[in-house]
């Protein structure tokens, strides 16, 4: 027995009645509280009737209520409003740091216990989720509505990574979203050296020379330290010189070039095209996240987070490995990368931090229109009979299964409750 099956039964309240304390008082539960995830309490602001009396107050829950003691409950006065003591078994009676017995409701023969039957099945089976076998029971019209909290959900856990970023940016809203798409153009074998990339460029630097494309590329493959080491090619010498004079106008000091990597990357994704593609993208919106809160269709935000790399880069994946000609344009995918992992939780979070859902709405609309992405998850999913419509599907499986199925949280999501609740009609 777990003291989370405890909360489960307490909370959605299936139990079986009449239920009396070990002493013998009816017990009638009017409200079952609020859950506490902090210390203290675990239910706050209970109403139950026992015997004749109302009480209102706090739910302890335990195993066993030996366990009271053992976790130093007596010698807290946080749990002196403690109304009534919940357990599986009542094998000892317990006291408030003042002095006041507590009453117990032992829950061990008052529940179908085909629920904890199958609560243990989900809990200690090998499959990929615990529910693998059971998924099948689960409604389109259920499976969906869960989708579309788990993907809100997962937006709300990224907006701590925004938060950390606005945080070191003495919350500016620009720099922060521009560091954030950089790291994306980076995908995860470059996205640190792409992120101390774009700290290194004051952004107003950037907007006076908007619209000069060789001026920009100039400055990132001179912060990028890429321009240290000679050629021979005229494009090269060309951002060479250029970084030379803006370096010393702007006092600017480039990173080390040791810090990005090549290796297990396609050449389409190597550090140098993206940083070309990262200059034309500057090259026609200098602040961008000004420009991404007045895009309203994701059409126009695909449009706007379009980029190219230079001609140069049409016929080279590094400045001395030639390749054969062809455009070098940021794929389908990296775009829509970009857009899920970077615009959208942007969208997402300046819309709760500025009070205006409008730009919640946004971000959810982009994500349920925005093609799925494709990954082991989402696969894996698909072969159970529920394969991913849009982003805002795909994001929430990766959600429901690193964040509920890998921890056995089946008790906290939607789909596990359901499966357990249909055993207690039945």
């Known amino acids: ?109 008052h529940f179908n216990s085909q629920i904890y039957y199958k609560y243990e099945y989900l809990l200690h089976n090998k499959n990929w989720i615990p529910c693998a076998n059971n998924l099948s029971e689960i409604s389109d019209f259920e499976w969906k509505n869960w989708l579309e909290r788990l993907a809100i959900e997962r937006l709300e856990n990224k907006s701590e990574f925004v938060d950390e970023l606005l945080k070191s940016t003495t919350n500016d809203w620009e720099k922060a979203f521009f560091i954030s798409i950089a790291g994306y153009f980076g995908q995860k074998i470059n996205k640190l050296p792409f992120q101390i990339l774009a700290r290194s460029i004051d952004l107003n630097i950037i907007a006076r020379h908007k619209g000069q494309l060789m001026q920009l590329e ?108 062809k455009p070098k344009k940021l794929g389908e995918n990296s775009r829509e990368g970009i857009l899920i992992n970077s615009v959208i939780p942007f969208l997402f979070v300046f819309g709760r931090h500025k009070g205006e859902p409008k730009f919640e709405e946004r971000a959810i609309e982009f994500l349920s229109k925005t093609a799925p992405e494709e990954n082991q998850i989402s696969k894996r999913f698909g072969e159970l009979g529920f394969t991913a419509q849009s982003a805002l599907e795909s994001q929430a499986m990766l959600e429901l299964k690193n964040n509920y199925c890998e921890f056995k949280k089946c008790l906290d999501c939607k789909i596990g409750m359901t499966l357990l609740n249909r055993l207690e009609k039945r």
């Open 1 to 109: 027995m777990t003291e989370a099956f405890l909360y489960y039964l307490w909370r959605y309240q299936l139990l079986q009645n009449p239920l009396h304390t070990v002493d013998g008082e009816e017990i009638t539960i009017i409200k079952t509280g609020l859950l506490n995830s902090d210390s203290g309490p675990d239910f706050f602001n209970a109403t139950i009737k026992m015997g004749e009396t109302i009480w209102v107050g706090n739910v302890e829950i335990h195993v066993k209520s030996s366990d009271w003691e053992k976790h130093g409950h007596q010698h807290n006065g946080a749990y002196n409003n403690t109304i009534l003591h919940v357990v599986f078994e009542c094998d000892k009676d317990c006291y408030t740091q003042n002095g006041v017995m507590l009453r117990c409701l032992e829950l061990k023969d």
């Open 218 to 325: 100039a400055l990132l493959f001179g912060q990028a330290g890429l321009l240290d080491a000679e050629t021979g090619d005229i494009y090269h010498s060309q951002l060479k010189k250029e970084y030379e004079f803006l370096s010393k106008k702007y006092k600017l000091v480039s990173m080390p070039a040791h810090l990005w990597k090549y290796m297990r990357l396609r050449p389409a994704a190597f550090p140098d095209v993206r940083i070309s593609q990262l200059a034309h993208l500057l090259n026609k919106t200098d602040f961008l996240f000004s420009k991404m809160l007045e895009t309203e269709s994701l059409e126009q935000m695909n449009q706007l987070f379009s980029a190219t790399a230079s001609e140069f880069w049409d016929s080279h994946y590094r400045f001395d490995v030639p390749s054969p000609k």
